[in-house]
């Protein structure tokens, strides 16, 4: 089994959205019963919310259904707990790597690493922006979603 943990800042924008692209590709996938995962934020302000509105109905609009999802902060355990801990932008890989234990299982990664073509390595942050900024956040998750997918389906050795 590998664990994988979208990590954006108040885990209500970008991480669910990474959550709901990569569950809908990952049901329609032979790994479907191999790969679990979670997403969490660097910053605890929105724990226990749902989505933010505009996340969601984007998110709906193209089959993803991230309704039902909480936002909860990352914790020490998930550096454990997780194989992969995938930040959306570098200013929150740089807070995982900073608290991140010296032992940790985990192997933290920008979560554009994964996007192949001519993509940024940031997933910008939505919150404070217009719902184009949200249909963006899709665009990319997706891309990088897919090629997340590939690069788990290929054999390890
Ligand atoms: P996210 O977006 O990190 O993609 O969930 C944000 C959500 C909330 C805030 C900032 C970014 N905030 O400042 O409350």
Redesign the pocket.
Known sequence: MTRILFV????????PTAEGVFASQLQRSTLMHDVCIDSA?TGG??TGEAPDRRASAAALQRGYDIRALRARAVVDEDFERFDLILA?DQSNLNNLRARAPAQARAQLHLMMDFASGDWPCEVP?P?FGGDDGFERVLDMLEAASCGLLEQLAKPSC
């Open positions: 954006c800042l108040g885990n209500i924008c970008r991480s934020g302000f929105h959306m942050d919150y």
